[in-house]
C-alpha cells in the first residue's frame, strides 16, 4: 500500500488503450476483395498527464468461395499518433479524408488524399464563425454525396459591440450581457450555427433559415445535397443542461441551401441520432419524452422521405421478460445500417450486459448479435458498420478493451466474429452477474415485480475474509455493464473485492423501471443497494461483512452518503466524488433544474417557483438529514468547476462532519468539472481512495 505503488498500479490499469471509432474500406483488385479497417484509440498517460489518441489499421481478406466471411488477417500497421483532431469523416467515393484539427489557438480543416495534404483552410482566420463543436451533442463533420461541400458545426460570432440608433454605445458591449451555454460539459456552446464549406472555392459560409429558438447540432446532408437534415433543440425561455439528458425538447427539421426549414418530427418530443440509409430512401432516428427521467427508453422511428410518413421501427420496452431485448437506451453510431437498408445495427444495455442488436425493418424482429459469446465479454460496443462489416468493442471487468470484428450474416445464420487485437494484458480476477429480487415489503406498489442487478468481482488470491468496495453508478438512470472498468480493475488488484449495483432506476432493464425512481430517491434505490449488498454476503461467504466500504460519484455519491447515514453501523468506510447532499439548496444552481423536481416526484414547468412544499420534499430525501448519525470516515473528492451538482453541495457535509468531530477529509481539484475526468485528477481520487479504505477497513 506505498502511495508510489498505487499510483503504478492505477497507470497501468488506466493506460490500457480502448478503441473509440473506426471506419472501414472496401478495395476490389482482380481477383480478391480486400477490406481495410483503420481503429483510433484513446489512451490515458500519467507522465504527460493527458489522453493520447493514436490509429492503427488492419488488412482483411474474406475467403475467396465465401465473401461475407474472413479468411486472413494480416499483422497490422504500426500504431500511429493523431495529433489534435477534433474531427474527422471519410467522403464517400474517393474516400477523402476531412479532418479539423487544432494547432495552438487555430482551428483548420484538411482534405487529404492519396497523394497527401490537398487543402487546408484555416477556420479561426476567416472569422466566418466562432469555435467548432467537437462534442458528441452538437458536432458533427459531414460529406455531400458530390464531395464538393463539407457540413459541420461551430459557435456563432458574436458582434464586437452594440450601437443604438443614435450612434451612441448601448448600455455596455456584448462582452458584458449574459450568455447562457448548454451546461455541464458543454461550457461556452450557446449559438451553434451550420456551416458549410465549399471545397471548389474554399468559400465558407453560415446557412441561413434556422428557426431563432432552436439550436441546430448533428446535421447530415439529405439526398441531392441541396438540404440539410438537422436536431434542433429548443433554448426557449432558457437553456438547460444537455449532456447525459434525453429528455430535452427538439425536433428534426430539414433545411434547403436556400433557406427554406420545415419540421420532420413531431411537436413537444425530443429527438436524437438522424441516420440515413445507404440508398437514401429512409431516416432513423431515436425518439423520447420531454422532461420526466433524464434518461429514458427510446424509441426507434423511421421516416419515409418520399412519402414524409413516420412509423415505430422499435417501441419502448417497458417491462423486458426474461432473455428478451430491453429497449434502445444508448445514442446510434455514426453507420448503423446494413449495405442492403434493410437492418439497422446498434449496441445497448441489456440488464448487468451491454450487447450488439440488429433490427430488421421487415419483420421488425430484434436479434442479439453478440448473446453467444457473452460469456466471454460482459460488454460489446458497436463502433461502425460500413459494408456489412461490423467493428465492435469487447471487455468484461477481468478483460480490458478487445477490437473484434465480423460480418453481417444472412437469415437464420450465427454470427462469426474475429478478434483483431487482444488487449496487451490480462487479469485472473473473477466476476459474476447477481439477480437481485427486492423483499415483498420493498416493493413498489405502482411498479409491481421488478428486480435488478448487481456484478461482484473478486480478485484472484485472497486469504481469510475478502473486504468489500460497494461500488455505485451515478445517473441515477445509467447503469454499469459488465465491462473493463479501471477504478474495478485496480480495487481487485489490491485486494479488495466490489459490488457493482445496477438498483431499480438504472437503463437496461425497461422503462418501468425507470420510472419505478421517481419521487423515490433516497428510499427504494438506497434499499436497492442495502438488499445487493446483504445478496452478495449471503451468496458468498468469503466475503467480509465487518469489512464494508461505499463508494460512488453524483447520484452514486449520494447513496454513498445516504447509506452511511441509514445504516450507520455497516459501512466503515465512504468515498464519494461530486454527491448531491442537499437537493433544496442544490435547486438554485444545478444546470438541470427540471431534474431536482422530477426526481422528488413534482412536475416541472420553466416558470415553476420553489414552494416551502417542494423545498421540504428535497430536503427530506438527501443525505444531510442523516448527517448527524453518520459514523463512518468520509472522502469527499469535489470538482471546482462543476455545473451539474456545486462542489458547494459536498462542502455542506464537509462542514456538517467537521461540526461533530467525524472523520472527514476533503480534496479540492479547481480546474475539473462533474467527472473529474482529468487524467491527473483520476490518479489522484484513486490513490487517496485506495489509502482511506485501507486506512479504515
Known amino acids: 500500500m506505498e502511495p508510489r505503488l498505487i499510483t503504478e498500479l492505477f497507470g497501468e490499469v488506466s493506460g490500457l488503450p480502448a478503441p473509440v471509432s473506426a471506419r472501414v ?128 458545426v461551430a459557435e456563432k460570432t458574436k458582434n464586437p459591440s452594440t450601437q443604438r440608433h443614435d450612434g451612441e454605445s448601448a448600455y455596455g458591449t456584448d462582452s458584458s450581457v449574459y ?85 420532420l418530427s413531431g411537436d413537444n418530443l425530443s429527438v436524437s441520432c438522424p441516420r440515413l440509409s445507404p440508398d437514401g430512401s429512409t431516416l432513423i432516428y431515436l425518439q423520447g419524452q420531454v422532461f420526466g427521467p433524464h434518461n429514458q427508453c427510446l424509441s426507434l422511428q423511421e421516416l419515409d422521405l418520399k412519402s414524409g410518413k413516420t412509423s415505430t421501427l422499435l417501441d419502448v420496452v417497458n417491462r423486458p421478460q ?18 442492403d437498408s434493410q437492418r439497422v445495427v446498434f449496441s445497448s444495455a441489456h440488464r448487468n450486459r451491454k450487447d450488439v442488436f440488429m433490427v430488421d425493418r421487415r419483420s ?45 450474416p444472412l437469415a437464420n445464420e450465427a454470427m462469426t466474429w474475429r478478434t483483431l487485437q487482444q488487449p496487451p494484458l490480462s487479469f485472473d480476477f473473477k466476476w459474476k452477474f447477481l439477480d437481485v429480487t427486492p423483499a415483498p415489503e420493498e416493493d413498489n406498489t405502482q411498479y409491481s415485480g421488478l428486480n435488478f442487478g448487481a456484478i461482484l468481482v473478486k480478485p484472484s488470491l485472497y486469504e481469510a475474509r475478502i473486504p468489500l468496495v460497494v461500488f455505485i453508478h451515478g445517473g441515477p438512470h445509467s447503469h454499469f455493464p459488465a465491462e473493463w472498468n ?96 442537499n437537493a433544496a439548496t442544490l435547486l438554485g444552481t444545478s444546470d438541470i433544474v427540471d431534474w431536482r423536481y422530477t426526481s422528488v416526484g413534482f412536475p416541472f414547468s420553466y416558470d415553476r417557483i420553489p414552494t416551502a412544499e417542494s423545498l421540504a420534499a428535497m430536503l427530506d430525501k438527501s443525505p444531510i438529514t442523516h448527517a448527524a448519525q453518520i459514523k463512518a470516515p468520509v472522502l469527499l473528492m469535489l470538482g471546482g468547476r462543476d455545473r451539474r451538482v456545486s ?13 461533530r468531530a467525524s472523520p472527514v477529509r476533503l480534496l479540492w481539484f479547481p480546474e475539473d468539472g462533474h467527472s473529474l475526468s482529468r487524467v491527473d485528477t483520476q490518479a489522484d481520487c484513486f490513490l487517496n481512495t485506495v489509502l482511506w479504505l485501507n486506512q479504515h477497513l
Open 25 to 152: 474500406s472496401e478495395e476490389q483488385l482482380p481477383e480478391l476483395r480486400i477490406y481495410t479497417v483503420t481503429a483510433d484509440w484513446n489512451q490515458s498517460d500519467l507522465v504527460r498527464a493527458s489522453r493520447l489518441r493514436y490509429s492503427q489499421r488492419w488488412t482483411l481478406i474474406p475467403n475467396s468461395k465465401d465473401h461475407k466471411s474472413i479468411g486472413t488477417v494480416l499483422a497490422p500497421g504500426p500504431c500511429v499518433p493523431v495529433s489534435g483532431e477534433l474531427l474527422s469523416g471519410l467522403s464517400p467515393i474517393r474516400a477523402l479524408r476531412a479532418v479539423v484539427r487544432e494547432t495552438g489557438s487555430h482551428q483548420l480543416l484538411e482534405i487529404w488524399d492519396g497523394h497527401g495534404l490537398r487543402k487546408c483552410l484555416n477556420l479561426t482566420a476567416l472569422d466566418i464563425h466562432g469555435r467548432v463543436y467537437d462534442d458528441v451533442q452538437f458536432g458533427c463533420l459531414s460529406w455531400s454525396g458530390c464531395e464538393n461541400k463539407l457540413l459541420y
Open 322 to 339: 426474461t432473455g428478451e431485448f430491453a429497449g434502445v437506451y444508448e445514442a446510434l453510431p455514426s453507420s448503423c445500417w446494413s449495405a
Open 364 to 408: 421488425k424482429k430484434v436479434t442479439s448479435l453478440s448473446y453467444i459469446a457473452s460469456e466471454v465479454y460482459g460488454s460489446w460496443k458497436l463502433l461502425t458498420i460500413q459494408r456489412d462489416l461490423l467493428v465492435v468493442c469487447c471487455s468484461s471487468p477481468n478483460t480490458p478493451p478487445t477490437l473484434r470484428v465480423g460480418f453481417l
Open 647 to 659: 462542489p458547494h453541495q459536498g462542502l455542506e457535509l464537509y462542514k456538517a462532519l467537521k461540526s
Open 179 to 263: 450568455s447562457e451555454d448548454w451546461g455541464e460539459g458543454l461550457t461556452n456552446k450557446s449559438t451553434p450555427v451550420l456551416c458549410v464549406v465549399n471545397l471548389q472555392n474554399g468559400a465558407v459560409s453560415v446557412l441561413q433559415g434556422v428557426p431563432t429558438d432552436v439550436s441546430p447540432g448533428q446535421a447530415l446532408w439529405a439526398p441531392g445535397s441541396q438540404s440539410v437534415i438537422f436536431v434542433g433543440w429548443y433554448h426557449e425561455p432558457f437553456r438547460l443542461g444537455l449532456k447525459f439528458c434525453s429528455n430535452r425538447r427538439s425536433a428534426l427539421f430539414k433545411l434547403s441551401l436556400d433557406g427554406h426549414c420545415e419540421c
Open 486 to 581: 479501471s477504478i474495478t480493475a485496480g480495487l481487485a488488484k489490491l485486494g479488495f473485492a466490489v459490488l457493482m449495483v445496477n438498483y431499480r432506476g438504472s437503463t437496461g432493464f425497461g422503462q418501468h423501471s425507470i420510472l419505478s425512481l421517481i419521487g423515490q430517491i433516497g428510499s427504494q434505490d438506497v434499499i436497492d443497494v442495502q438488499r445487493a449488498v446483504l445478496t452478495a454476503l449471503q451468496s458468498d461467504l468469503t466475503l467480509d461483512p465487518k469489512r464494508l466500504a461505499v463508494i460512488g460519484g453524483s447520484h452514486g455519491g449520494f447513496l454513498s452518503c445516504h447509506l452511511i447515514g441509514q445504516y450507520p453501523e455497516f459501512y466503515k468506510a465512504c468515498a464519494a466524488r461530486n454527491p448531491v447532499i
